[in-house]
């Protein structure tokens, strides 16, 4: 389906008692049905704002959020969100975490507890399943926490920098499992990251933010679909050169910025 | 999870030392306990301290005697350790439904904020006078004082952990599409399970100190009511009995709340 998620010119501006913060500028896109798109820009430009107002939990100041071609209000819509801890709860058992959503939502049915129940060992954490999260590795612990987002089945997913607690490795790892679990679920995917290469690793179109107040710079397509893997991908050609095309687009607002606040400093 | 492996004679050094470890500091607690006991009755003996005025392990240990034989020490210890029980369980419930309710309306936690200061820097034991005029002269009164003392600083520390909730733990279940009832039921209220106990453990004492200065104000029975006429009388072989039975008491309370940690927060094991 097209124009699954859509944003039409939104802006979102911050109070408080001394100062005015505009995040978000003007803010149009959309996502389609399936699609994986990725948001990059500089830290603190507001990317987790921009998912907080898809998620229903934050409203904007300007424009409007469509989800089906419906306005979101609230926390209304069937979104799974990601972050970038897993937030398992230590005092549950991994399968009662990845249960939490469906028993905040009294969906405990016979037809979902199997369904979960199936994610669960299809994903290889039947062995976990009683353990807590405290005795995972932080690889499996995101995978847990992956598979508790995806047991309320939502229509869309937004992930915030889910890999940025983990360290290289594991994050190259737990990039290829979460991507390889996503494609095979065929969710639509909505993924902000700071990191250029994580980005055009996993996404169909990449959307580059500017500086706070953050407006869309540019959107990429990545054409890279037909690969299958994000470690796969860092191996194509055109990898190197999309990165660099990206990089320049968003170093440009630095030594622009740079340049803006010597000259106001020399004036 | 653990399998059965063959330890490796490092492995077993290390545990041997790990056991000696504990063993040494076990020991120096006793050690220094046996210690100031003997130094107590070799002075009281040599009559290097006044025994009179600081009486002795040997009288003390007759004077137990002579309580037991009486057959009210039991009484006494009875009398205040359901004193302090009962104020203890009230202390901890109020101040934990009041630490709910606080937590539940920002609004109200901002309007009694001040109160809460100032309620807990006010040493209750000043309330003393209003409580035995309102609750008379019996036990209410005592355990009235108990809960007074256990009250405010359950309401503070439960309050506080409540507040420190982890706020993107809050955000994945308000994405989750949960009601404030289900972030309390799921997540604040089982995340600050420990708070709870460490809680319970700092009301032991609360509700000790309550009790015994409930009864030095009004009782006619009770282990702070023995120490108190132990004191008018000048018999310190009473008052450091009663000192002793307390710290024993007082220990095995907190035993008890240790034990019921264990199965309350397994998982942080």
């Known amino acids: 389906m097209q ?49 907080s ?22 926390v209304s819509s069937n979104v799974g969100y990601m972050l970038q801890r897993d937030y398992l709860f230590e005092w549950r058992t991994i399968q009662k975490n990845i249960f939490l959503g469906l ?7 016979p037809q979902n507890t199997e369904r979960v129940n199936n994610l669960i060992e299809k994903y290889g954490l039947k062995e976990f399943a009683k353990s807590y999260p405290n005795q995972l590795s932080g690889g499996m612990r995101q995978r847990a926490a992956l598979i508790r987002t995806l047991a ?5 997913l937004l992930l915030d920098e889910p890999f940025s607690a983990l ?17 095979k679920e065929q969710k639509t995917v909505l993924l902000v990251t700071h990191d250029i290469s994580e980005a055009i690793s996993m996404a169909d179109k990449i959307i580059v933010l500017s500086k706070r107040p953050a407006s869309i710079k540019n959107i990429h397509y990545t054409n890279l679909g037909h690969v299958s893997s994000p470690l796969k991908r860092r191996e194509t050609n055109g990898f190197a050169q999309q990165f660099e095309e990206i990089w320049q687009e968003l170093n440009d607002y630095e030594t622009q910025e740079g340049t803006d606040s010597l000259t106001q400093a020399i004036s | 999870m653990k399998h059965k492996k063959e330890l490796t ?12 470890g504990k063993l ?12 100031c006991f003997a130094l107590w009755e070799i002075f009281a003996h040599y009559g290097v301290i006044d025994s009179f005025i600081t009486s002795s392990p040997s009288r003390i240990w007759r004077q137990f005697g002579e309580l037991l034989k009486n057959g009210n020490l039991f009484l006494h210890i009875y009398v205040s350790t359901k004193e302090t029980v009962i104020g203890f369980l009230i202390g901890t419930a109020l101040g934990t439904l009041a630490a ?3 937590w539940w309306s920002p609004l109200l936690n901002k309007i009694f904020e001040p109160y809460l200061v100032v309620l807990n820097s006010l040493p209750k034991v000043a309330l003393g006078p209003i409580i035995i005029i309102w609750a008379g002269t019996g036990q209410a009164a005592i355990i009235t004082m108990a809960v007074l003392i256990s009250v405010v600083v359950t309401t503070i520390t439960m309050l506080n952990g409540f507040n420190n909730t982890d706020p993107n733990k809050i955000l994945l279940l308000k994405t989750m599409r949960a009601k404030k009832i289900d972030i309390f039921g799921k997540l604040v209220l089982p995340s600050n399970l420990p708070t709870l106990v460490s809680c319970l453990k700092i009301n032991v004492g609360m509700s000790w100190i309550g009790t015994i200065m409930g009864e030095y104000l009004t009782s006619q029975a009770g282990l702070g009511y023995l120490i108190l006429y132990g004191g008018q009388v000048f018999k310190l072989d009473l008052v450091m009995t009663c000192i002793l039975v307390l710290c024993v008491i007082a220990a095995v309370m907190y035993l008890l709340v240790a034990l019921l940690e264990k199965s309350l927060v397994r998982w942080n094991s």
């Open chain 1, 167 to 183: 360290d290289f490795q594991t994050r190259l790892n737990v990039c290829d499992d979460v991507y390889r679990i996503i494609k």
């Open chain 1, 103 to 109: 028993e905040i939502q009294k969906k405990l049915t």
């Open chain 2, 100 to 102: 709910i309710v606080l």
């Open chain 2, 9 to 20: 004679p490092l492995h077993k050094q290390f545990l041997k030392k790990e056991r000696k």
């Open chain 2, 24 to 35: 040494t500091v076990f020991g120096g607690q006793f050690g220094f306990l046996i210690l």
């Open chain 1, 53 to 74: 107002l898809v998620c229903g939990i934050l409203t904007p100041t300007k424009g409007k959020v469509y989800f089906n071609n419906q306005e979101i209000t609230g």
């Open chain 1, 152 to 156: 309320t089945d939502p229509d869309i």
């Open chain 1, 3 to 51: 124009n699954f998620l859509r944003l039409d010119t939104v802006s979102l501006t911050y109070y408080s008692k001394t100062m005015e913060t505009e995040a978000l500028k003007d803010i149009s896109f959309q996502v389609n049905e399936g699609e994986f798109v990725a948001i990059v820009g500089p830290s603190g430009c507001g990317k987790t704002t921009l998912l």
